[in-house]
């Protein structure tokens, strides 16, 4: 089923025009545990496409909040046809570590709760929502993240909450997917 869906994304994508300079921009946003990693493996297994993952753009359990901001930074030059950078979060570190650059390509995928800031709207060819089951997205969450993340899961929950409010995501969406089991 995530190949089908990534098929149907990439077409979606690609029946628009570039968006990100000559290139693509796939945003796939939801909330934890919905699904929207295994969709862009999926993506990536299709297309060979680069992939950013926001979580590794965020600062800590409290960046949610300036996360759009720091994935803006990171397309602007990418739109003006330049080559960008991002830095990755160290999650046990607790701490900014080293910086990727990121040239432009046909397809950028970015993932993750956030991914797909309405600060950067114009910029994203396909906006993907993918949603599950709160028990379902939970289980799922704590089981790839363990107890890592079962502290922080009320406070998380509530957080991108409500950003997906604030920012309207899922009725921006291009395409909307749930994932039930």
């Not at 030059?77 to 432009?104: M, V, Y």
């Not at 797909?116 to 379902?136: F, S």
Request: aromatic content about 6%.
């Amino acid at each position: 089923m995530p190949t089908d869906r990534a098929a149907e994304v990439l077409a979606h994508a690609l029946d628009a025009a570039p968006t990100l300079g000559a290139g693509r921009l796939i945003c796939i946003d939801g909330p934890a545990g919905a699904g929207k990693t295994t969709l862009a493996a999926s993506l990536v297994g299709l297309t060979g496409a680069q992939v950013l993952h926001a979580d590794e753009l965020l600062e800590g359990w409290g960046g949610l909040p300036r996360l759009g901001a720091t994935i803006e930074a990171v397309l602007r030059p990418l739109a003006a046809g330049q080559p960008s950078q991002w830095r990755r979060w160290d999650w046990h570190a607790d701490g900014w570590a080293e910086t990727h650059p990121i040239t432009p390509a046909p397809v950028l995928v970015i993932d993750g709760v956030g991914s797909g800031a309405a600060a950067y709207d114009e910029l994203i060819t396909t906006l993907v929502w993918v949603e599950a089951p709160l028990e379902v997205r939970r289980a799922r969450a704590l089981a790839r993240d363990g107890d890592d993340f079962a502290p922080h899961w009320e406070q998380w929950a509530a957080d991108e909450a409500a950003l997906h409010a604030r920012e309207r995501t899922r009725e921006r969406a291009d395409l909307v997917y749930s994932t039930n089991a």
